[in-house]
Structure formats: C-alpha cells, structure tokens
C-alpha cells in the first residue's frame, strides 16, 4: 500500500491533508478518489486513509484507523558526524534513517575541508539535508522523521554527547588496542536506551579533538586493522548496536 507523509498539523476533524506529494498521487500514481493509502506525520503514528478527493495541489484522505508505528526502534541513536565533501553527508544521512537513527547532528571538526561560515549557511544546509531524511523515512517505513540539525562545533557535541547514556567514538588510531571494544562497551551499559555516535571526516579526529573526547569520558574504540571512510563508519556501528539491543 502507497505510503505518504503529511505535518501533524494536516490531520484533523478525521481527515489528512497531503500537499507535497499531491501531485505525484495524481500525475505519477495515477490514483482513484476511494483508493487505500498509509499516511505518516513523523509523531510516530500511522494511519489507515481512504482518497476522498484528489486535485493538483492537495489530496484529502478519510483517516479509517490509527496505529503506532511498529517500524520504530524502542532506543535512541544520535550520530553526529563530522562534516565530509560533496554529497557524502545525503548519503549518510540516507543510511542513517534507513537503519533507525533517531537524529543526526552534523559537526564541524578541525579536518573538514567544507566550511559553513555562517549561521545561515548552516540552516539552509540542515533544510536540505531534512529532506534527505524525509523522502528516506517515507521510502523505509518510519514511523518518525528523523531531525538534521544545523552544524555544531565539536565541543558543543562533546557536551550534548555527555548528555546520553552511552557515547562511542569509533578511532582508527586505536585499532584493536582500546581498552574494550565495541561489544564490551555495549554489553558494560546493556539498560542504556541512548547512545550517541561521533565518527570523523575524510582526515579523522586531530590529536587535539582525540585528547578532548578522552577527557570527557567518550568511550572510545577500533573498528579493526582496516580503515573505513567516513561515509561507511556509521552504517557500520549503528547496526551493531540494534543488533545487540534486539531491534534487528
């Protein structure tokens, strides 16, 4: 069944109105005024809907049934990842959403060549990466749209890190030589239903950033003799958490 997202604010007095995708319901799909469809408005929520009435710029669907959305995970993951070239943050974003994530913090860190020199900048960058994370969340069936902040500087995401029961720091440097590896990290805080997750840019931590997250108490680990790129690290770590918090 075709599955569409509407603002929370649209659904009301039993009736979903759909604006964004309208016009793909109509013109793409070609669908009929009585066709069943699932509406989702990012609370968590999913709706069993009925067409009522289909025109270029807003679709109206009769809600029939309501239910929580069974797609999400029951813990939260929050990865911040430092700011990498081109397109690589759409598509770890992408990644991200499709394996649960619950929000992604996007950090600037002394190796990355991208620069956000302004507040501005930063904003407009998070509406375009927002919509990398919807039209993800309606293709994999979540039930929440997962938020992309505005950049934030390393320390702010040490800070907001330490905040959460559980903070991993995949380091290359260490290899296998961290004094417990992920597994052990994960089994040590097996009640935690929070975990933040920082991964590097192209060129890594600096030793400056490494030291700082050590004295802040991150739990830092390898991830092996071989170094993955950035745009592979989360979707490397993120499964290997909801594998052992049974959401896999």
């Known amino acids: 069944m075709r599955r569409f997202f509407t603002e929370p604010g649209f659904i009301k007095n039993g009736v979903a109105e759909i604006f964004e995708d309208s016009k793909h319901i109509e013109k793409v799909l070609r669908m009929a005024v ?49 700011l990498p070239k081109s397109g690589k943050m759409e598509t770890i974003i992408q990644k991200a959403v499709e394996l649960g994530v619950y929000e992604v913090f996007p950090v600037i860190m002394d190796r990355c060549v991208v620069q956000i020199n302004s507040q501005s900048a930063g904003e407009e960058k998070a ?24 950049p934030i500087t390393f320390d702010e995401a040490i800070k907001k890190l330490n905040s959460l029961e559980v903070s991993l720091m995949p380091y290359e440097e260490l290899g296998h030589q961290g004094a417990y590896g992920l597994r052990e990290i994960l089994t040590e805080h097996s009640a935690a239903t929070s975990f933040g997750v920082m991964v590097g840019p192209e060129g890594g931590f600096s030793d400056s950033e490494a030291k700082r997250a050590l004295e802040n108490g991150i739990n830092t680990f390898g991830l092996g003799p071989r170094i993955l790129r950035t745009e592979t690290v989360a979707s490397a770590v993120i499964p290997v958490i909801m594998y052992h918090k049974n959401e896999f």
């Open 34 to 82: 009585g066709d069943s469809i699932l509406v989702f408005d990012g609370s968590g929520t999913e709706y069993l809907a009925r067409l009522v009435s289909i025109e270029k710029n807003l679709c109206r669907a009769e809600i029939l049934e309501s239910k929580a959305s069974l797609s999400e995970p029951k813990i939260r993951v929050s990865l911040f990842q430092g």
């Open 127 to 150: 509406k375009r990466w927002n919509k990398i994370s919807l039209e993800a969340s309606k293709q994999c069936g979540r039930g929440i749209v997962p938020t992309v902040h505005p």
